[in-house]
């Protein structure tokens, strides 16, 4: 018997806001089959291996790896910078994030040319713990608001934006960096023979 395809939202704040939470949640679920997925029909894993995960395929601009960084530091800085508005860390060149999140972010959000850090080294399951708790931080935010202050506009380099603005950009930014992971992970898999 199959699950009926249903939006639930999140419990705990406005319906609204649970709605929007419940589309990244279902966001970054998909984004985690690409490298962790699991035959329904047998139970087998699939995960990538370190090689793949780590390997800059031909003709590809970033690992899966760079990418899985990008989606969670930039996650980050959406929520501190732009729905918080806490001043940017220069020194680590990162986003005023809290304290305990800082020892799953030890790479700057850009380098200086404004492209993505190259990330290499770190484990599968460090960057499924690092997205974890990105996502905890950022909902645990946005629950406590109420729906006054989820529509409200913050003020940004760029312009206006509010929370419920940002959720759906980064849910639209993790489904386009979701093919790239898709496209990375399959040409380094297939250069490495596996």
Do not use: C, N
């Not at 031909?58 to 899985?68: E, I």
């Not at 799953?104 to 599968?124: A, K, M, N, Q």
């Amino acid at each position: 018997m199959s699950k009926t395809a249903a939006v639930e939202p999140a419990k705990g704040p406005p319906p609204e806001i649970g709605y929007s939470l419940w589309t990244l949640e279902e966001t970054r679920r998909r984004t985690l089959t690409y490298v962790t997925w699991t035959d329904p029909s047998s139970g087998q894993v699939d995960e990538i291996s370190t090689e793949a995960l780590d390997m800059l395929p031909d003709g590809h601009r970033h690992s899966v790896a760079t990418l899985l960084y990008h989606i969670a530091v930039f996650e980050m800085d959406w929520l501190y910078t732009d729905i918080l508005g806490r001043p940017e860390d220069e020194a680590r060149m990162l986003p005023g994030m809290d304290t305990e999140l800082l020892p799953y972010f030890p790479h700057p959000i850009l380098l200086p040319d404004r492209s993505y850090t190259p990330v290499v080294g770190e484990s599968l399951q460090t960057h499924i713990d690092r997205l974890a708790a990105s996502r905890q931080a950022f909902v645990r935010v946005l629950t406590g608001m109420d729906l006054d202050d989820f529509r409200a506009p913050r003020p940004t380099q760029a312009g206006p934006v509010t929370p419920e603005w940002v959720i759906e950009h980064l849910s639209q930014h993790e489904a386009e960096h979701r093919g790239q992971i898709w496209e990375a992970r399959m040409a380094a898999e297939a250069e490495l023979g596996k």
